[in-house]
């Protein structure tokens, strides 16, 4: 009797639409500016946005293909690959800032005096040829690659600086982590340990971001100002995605980021705002 | 040689004892040291902050009841309604352990497995998206073992001179279930219910792909697309960033309110629950 | 008429939960069938997994499930069959009841709990204490399953407490007219007669350590391929069938048919094992104590 009405009840519920909710899900490095955003238009103008980071960038564009979500954040430009595997999305992608993607060791590594790394060297460590930090100038400890795991932006925006796409970047076997904070903080508690993160996330006392140096040229230190000089390759676009223009929440959600309180939340999280970002930020 | 064994055995059988005791113990002071310094009404009260796993829990408690209530609101006439039919309704002794196996074959699929087929069913096939309706009704599922077997342990431990009265008197069966083995028997299933509860009220992996996100919902207005906050997927995203003390402090506080809560309901389960067991135990 | 009302209800609850039962069972066989296809047999006994490159092997999370269930069960069961012999058969009532308080309440922590013991303490203490044999950081194969062996200990010992108290004293009573010592009594009488019930208990405890996902998740490191299926692996980072279900890969995988197959393959498998463990179970213990098997 009881499972009846609860049916009954359900049944009646689900006819009735939920509020015209946003629904934003994606990379973990643009979450802190969305989520803090959302908090305040929530609190100022009772909007609903709901924020979820799984999957990373890519988990974030399929939700938004699929109809899970409303709104995409992407830590890395949109591809041809995306639009084709999803031909029925008209992916419109705005820009939010720029933040410089960083390779970050632990602090055993970085006391050493390892402060750069060429890109043969970073596909020496990615592809587990370069066993010990001693061989790049470390300390004598073996090389922990917490790899990004797939479908992360931060990962593909790596894979394609180190080996120009996705498809060309050979099969490795790492411990994977998730989340910009998981791969910190195991980073931070692990010694001879290496990551792709987002440099903004780096604390300078137990993670450190490491230059990259190629020979016969100056050191190119992944900071905000070499990034907005253009100096820093590995630099990416900060981006929110939806399918088709931005209306309704979703369209205050991106006015509200791209003005002055939002951007003012984009440089707290230690990124560029887009004054700085030159337009897209130089990505490769 | 057979005085040393002698002697021996008891101490080791103690210190494995000991040993057990001190883990509950151990985990319990630990999450209690941290946690009780976090805690405050305003913890329990205030909705989460701006900034990541700052603020207080309270949608994140609000979550996980309405998961539990929905859970106990699936699962208990179910559980009760298989108890039934197993213990009273089936006469054959095949019938009933076919029944039986096919209640431990349910009681053992993994967690997981529950959330993988919510994904399924609701998510893909129903497109319900994330919904607090999804993660109770799998949680109820999942507690269906637990609250039938509890029910019917008591129903098999009546004594028979209880029913044979009833027939005695004239009572149909299906008076007899609702005038004699039911009150005889709610403690079972209470007790059965409240340790489901604790459990469902722990799960992490059902309501991982199917009802919970880790911000920006309050109070779920329908079905479809209507996802909750949960203190168990709260702790697990946190858990995975054990760095920022700021969320660190916020991570202990709701780690000791989940830990408060499952112990609670485990607790006010245990009298019903362990006197039950001695009954059957000693016939 | 309330007698059919009563039945009837009974009845239909009783098909609902078998439907929703057999929908789970259908649900993981037809959704994996595009995988066994593509793979055949090879995608339970090849080692490389790299969806990119459409390789689906589970084998080396077959291998981490094993480990981790293993090493749990090993570092469980001394402790957990020593405090039911004291239970069972050192103490009597009251005290029991008082002893079984606090394995009834630890069998009640949810795993994310655990998982939060384990990213914050435990991981380090592997990492500091295994130091000199490298370990590459603290999210070893080793550290899922020291976390596991305490998540399954109340499970093992209640079941163990459970098929010891199964031995009727007037076998204990027997032993002792015999001549025999408490302890020689324990030893040589009610061990041997509760072993089928041991043997179950152990059997499920295994099963209950290798459904558990989200404390493994947490400490285990979630890297696809083994490098080598030695000891030394068990100090490096593995994936286990739950670890992997239970990570991102599963929303990535959600559009393409093929990869979603994939995963859900590895909940097929999971279930094949465990299940398979609980019936093997059941065999040793048909009566009733299996009720207390807790779910991972």
Known sequence: MRRTFALLVAGVLAGVPAAAALRVIGSTTVNPVV??????????????????????????????A????????????????????????DFRSTTIGADALALVVSADVWSAGVRCLSREQVRGLYERRIARWSEVGGPDRQVVFFN????????????????????????????EVGSNEEARSKVASTRGAITQLSAA???????????????????????????????????????????????????????????GRGQALVTRHGYLPLSQANGEGGHP | MRKWIDRGLPIACAICAVACCALLLGIVATILARGLPVLSGEFLSAADGELLGSGGIRYQLFGTVLLVATALAVGA???????????????SQRGRRLLRRTLYAVNAVPSILFGIFGLIVFVKYLDWGKSWLAGGILLGLMIVPTIAVALVERIEALPAKYVRAAAGLGLSKGRIVT????????????????????????????????????????????????????????????????????????????????????????????????????????? | MRSSLARWASYGATGLTLVFGTALLVSFVAQSLPVWRHEGLAYVTGSVWHFRSEQFGVLPMIYGSVVVSIVALALAAPLAVGAAIWSAEYLNGRNRWWFKVPIELLAGIPSVVYGLLGVLLLRNWIYELFERFEPLSGDTLLTAGVLLAVMILPTVMTLADDALRGVASSQRRAARALGFTQAEGVLRVSLPQAAPGLVAALLLGLGRAMGETIAVFLVVGRQDSQADYGLRSWLEAGQTLTSKLGSSETFLAYGDPLHWSAIVGLGLVLLALVLSLTLAAGRWLPETGLARNRRA
Do not use: N
């Not at chain 1, 955003?37 to 988990?59: K, P, Y």
């Not at chain 2, 006439?77 to 006469?91: H, I, M, N, S, Y």
């Not at chain 2, 340790?195 to 329908?222: D, M, N, Q």
């Open chain 1, 35 to 64: 989520s803090e955003a959302a908090a305040i238009l929530r609190a100022e103008a009772g909007l609903e946005i709901q924020v979820d980071t799984a999957g990373g960038s890519s988990g974030g564009i399929a939700a938004l």
């Open chain 1, 66 to 89: 699929d109809g899970r979500a409303e709104m995409a954040m992407v830590s890395r430009p949109i591809k041809v690959a995306d639009r084709q595997r999803f031909p029925g999305v």
């Open chain 1, 148 to 175: 990004k795991e797939p479908g992360r932006g931060t990962w593909e925006v790596f894979a394609d600086w180190l080996y120009g796409g996705v498809e060309a970047t050979p099969m490795v076997s790492h411990p």
């Open chain 1, 201 to 259: 996330w780096a604390d300078g006392v137990r993670t450190f971001a490491l230059g990259l140096c190629e020979t016969g040229l100056p050191v190119a230190h992944p900071t905000r100002a070499a990034v907005a000089a253009g100096d820093y390759p590995l630099s990416r676009p900060l981006t929110v995605v939806t399918d088709g223009p931005p209306v309704g929440v979703a369209r205050r959600l991106i006015d509200f980021v791209l003005g």
């Open chain 2, 77 to 91: 006439p179910l559980a009760l309604g298989w108890a039934l039919v197993q213990a009273v309704w089936v006469r």
């Open chain 2, 179 to 283: 005038s004699v083995i039911l009150p005889q028997c709610w403690s079972g299933g209470a007790s059965g219910a409240l340790i489901g509860l604790a459990r469902a009220a722990g799960e992490t992996a059902p309501i991982l792909f199917t009802a919970a996100v880790f911000s920006g919902v309050t109070v779920p207005h329908g079905v479809v697309e209507s996802p909750v906050l949960a203190l168990p997927y709260h702790i697990f995203v946190l858990a995975q960033d054990s760095f920022d003390p700021e969320a660190g402090a916020h991570l202990w506080g709701s780690a000791f309110v989940l830990l408060a809560l499952v112990l609670a309901l485990s607790l006010l389960a245990l009298p019903l629950r362990l006197r039950a067991a001695e009954e059957a135990q000693h016939g």
